[in-house]
């Protein structure tokens, strides 16, 4: 069964940066579609970005666009989330998740496992 482990989350001013990473371990990471997704107190759990199998196609919420990178080492079974030009509402818990597909889908109830989050908080 896979789990994955993020890490990489923590207090940033607004306009900073943060590297999230994702440790996944099993034998079926790179046949997996993957994807970050946040929840903000309050508020339900939000897609962030995707990416497919091979990491040739990726997909991201309008609100981060331009600012966020999604992309992935099969070989060392990890995922990754560049986020640049922070802002205040991108404050939330960053989840992890795979799916049992390899082709990229945009809503939570579409992945299968998932991580235990990480914390994110930019401050103004």
């Known amino acids: 069964q896979d789990q994955l482990v993020e890490s990489g989350g923590g207090l940033v001013q607004a306009g900073g940066s943060l590297r999230l990473s994702c440790a996944a371990s099993g034998r079926t990471f790179s046949t997996r579609a993957m994807g970050w997704f946040r929840q903000a107190p309050g508020k339900g759990r939000e897609f962030v970005a995707a990416?497919?199998?091979?990491?040739?196609?990726?997909s991201y919420a309008d609100s981060v666009k331009g600012r966020f990178t999604i992309s992935r080492d099969n070989p060392k079974n990890t995922l990754y989330l560049q986020m640049d030009s922070l802002k205040p509402e991108d404050t939330a818990v960053y989840y992890c998740?795979?799916?049992?597909?390899?082709?990229?889908?945009?809503?939570?109830?579409?992945?299968?496992?998932w991580g235990q989050g990480t914390q994110v908080t930019v401050s103004s």
């Open positions: 998740a795979a799916r049992s597909g390899s082709i990229i889908r945009n809503t939570p109830h579409e992945y299968n496992y």
């Open positions: 990416i497919d199998w091979s990491g040739g196609y990726a």
